[in-house]
């Protein structure tokens, strides 16, 4: 029989319904018999005893909320009588022991990725561009419709060829509801068969705003420039704003002073027309992407995966069923000496403690309080904080406080020690488990994600959303089998089978892993890649949860 209810960890006081529960059900769990005195939705929570306002309520075993009036056991939480609480953090010089699981079936593991000549292996070989100042964006958009369809690698055929098919019952004054539409289209193969894509940044920065803004910006670029995913890139800039090719390649070159990939540079105030900037762009490119198409996948050892681990469009499964088996996966990699990376700062209110104590140094672990504190009191400073992180649909699903979304947040990292705190652009460098500074919104932090170095990125969510990154294949993990089928078209892996109690949490991580090795060789291509998510939102440091 399936298990109607949850308890995460021995010192709650909720429990989490797997299942929607009628008003007066009768549940028995641990010895214990609870009434539900609400209809408790499925992903939502109910309290296990009676309680006083003022009460702590525990989550994943940690403070998460204090209930804001009395209530009584069976009641199911929500935002009217339960607020965000969390406990106070430091740094107390705590030795953290870990047990690495068992990895000796994959001791003699590979994928076959691209090889750079910096030692890094890339899970993907594209070739990118590179605006340095939004007005390039448009010539970037000329460039990209002129490559992809003739080079094959265009998504939007099936569009095209629905709406051409309207133009012509229009002009023939057909009824267009009548017009059916070929969800697939032939399309030509891809004239380079070693170029995974060729990749556009477009963005909003590069000039006005402020000089932090810009000077952070280069070196987001010039980190997705150095990425192990990217094999070559053109950098097209306008010539008079903030962001010089100067600054550019300044930012580059101190990542890896042998930076030796191709690197073509336009300046449109130096050309003689945008018919020449754009002509000479799409024929030197041409190329390079000739160049790099003799590269070719050769076999490395897992250590060489760069892991990041991201939740989107979170439901109150998250922490229990795609979280923690992301986790599990996330530890798989630390133990074989691969590098896993979680960001989301805001989403790590309420767990600031665990992430401190499981710090390898004090150094590290008060990098992390510094940038946590900054953060925090920025948001605070405009009226904000950490505290109003969840979204209306995090809510929904039962997500009522940021520190529980916090505490299911930071299932995705596992249990390894953390080794490493990196700021907004600053490259992985240590095997093990770093924490990035980022957003919890969802495309800044795989940006930022991205830009530290991950390879693959494991994206969780309840909800569904399509986010990808524009070098990084982006993996979906759904939570819950319903969210699976309903939007397969964007879903890579389920693990409802974790919540149905088909499979173990272990179980889940090994296939999430098997998973990534197929689609670090190549051998699977996450939905994201094939749909050309390509999102991209540098950070400008400003206030963004």
């Not at 952070?216 to 306008?238: C, D, F, Q, R, W």
């Not at 992390?368 to 699903?397: Q, W």
């Not at 979304?405 to 490493?420: E, I, L, W």
Request: charged content about 25%; aromatic content about 8%.
């Amino acid at each position: 029989m399936k298990k109607l209810v949850i308890k995460i960890n021995n010192a709650d006081n909720v429990l989490v319904a797997l299942q929607d529960l009628p008003k007066d059900t009768k549940i028995v769990h641990e010895g214990n018999t609870y009434v539900t005195v609400d209809e408790i939705p499925a992903k939502h929570k109910f309290f296990m005893q009676d309680m006083k306002a003022g009460d702590e309520v525990m989550m994943y075993g940690v403070l998460v909320g204090k209930v804001q009036f009395d209530v009584k056991a069976g009641m199911r939480m929500n935002v009217e009588n339960t607020k965000h609480a969390a406990e106070p953090f430091a740094y107390r010089n705590v030795n953290y022991k870990w047990e690495a699981p068992d990895v000796s079936k994959y001791t003699n593991r590979s994928f076959n990725g691209y090889h750079r000549k910096n030692g890094a292996v890339g899970t993907a070989n594209y070739w990118l561009f590179i605006p340095t100042v939004f007005c390039e964006n448009r010539n970037l958009d000329i460039i990209k419709e002129s490559l992809y369809s003739e080079l094959g690698y265009a998504v939007d055929d099936k569009y095209k060829a629905y709406t051409h098919k309207l133009v012509q019952a229009f002009e023939k004054g057909e009824d267009i509801n009548h017009i059916s539409f070929e969800p697939k289209v032939d399309k030509a193969s891809r004239t380079f068969k070693n170029v995974d894509g060729i990749k556009f940044l477009t963005h909003n920065g590069g000039c006005g705003g402020t000089r932090q803004d810009a000077d952070t910006l280069s070196k987001l670029l010039a980190a997705y420039a150095h990425h192990p995913n990217v094999a070559g890139i053109t950098v097209l800039s306008l010539g008079c704003q903030h962001l010089q090719v100067e600054d550019f390649k300044r930012d580059l070159f101190a990542l890896d002073p042998d930076f030796d990939k191709p690197l073509l540079i336009f300046e449109q105030q130096k050309a003689q027309s945008e018919e020449q900037l754009i002509q000479n762009s799409i024929r030197s490119t041409f190329e390079g992407l000739m160049f790099i198409n003799k590269q070719e996948r050769a076999a490395a050892p897992l250590s060489k995966m760069c892991v990041g681990v991201k939740c989107g469009g979170s439901d109150g499964f998250s922490g229990i069923s795609a979280n923690p088996a992301v986790g599990y996966c996330a530890d798989l990699l630390v133990a074989l000496g691969a590098k896993v990376l979680l960001a989301e700062f805001p989403e790590l209110c309420g767990v600031e403690q665990e992430m401190i104590d499981r710090s390898v140094d004090r150094p590290t672990a008060e990098k992390f309080i510094r940038l946590m504190t900054e953060y925090d009191d920025l948001a605070h400073k405009v009226g904000s904080g950490f505290y109003m992180n969840p979204s209306p649909g995090n809510i929904k699903d039962g997500l009522i406080t940021d520190a529980i979304k916090s505490a299911g947040a930071a299932r995705k990292a596992g249990s390894a020690p953390v080794v490493d705190v990196l700021d907004y652009t600053e490259p992985a460098t240590k095997p093990g488990l770093s924490l990035v500074c980022t957003p919890g919104n969802d495309v800044e932090a795989t940006t930022g994600k991205a830009a530290a170095g991950a390879t693959l990125i494991l994206f969780t969510t309840g909800l569904g959303t399509p986010t990808g990154n524009p070098v990084c294949p982006t993996i979906k993990v759904a939570t819950n089998s319903i969210l699976a089928k309903r939007m397969s078209d964007i879903i890579d892996i389920d693990t409802g089978a974790v919540i149905n109690g088909e499979k173990t949490i272990n179980e889940m991580g090994e296939d999430i892993l098997e998973y990534c090795i197929k689609v670090a060789s190549g051998e699977e291509i996450p939905k994201a890649v094939q749909l050309n998510q390509d999102d991209f939102i540098p950070w400008k440091r400003g206030v963004s949860l």
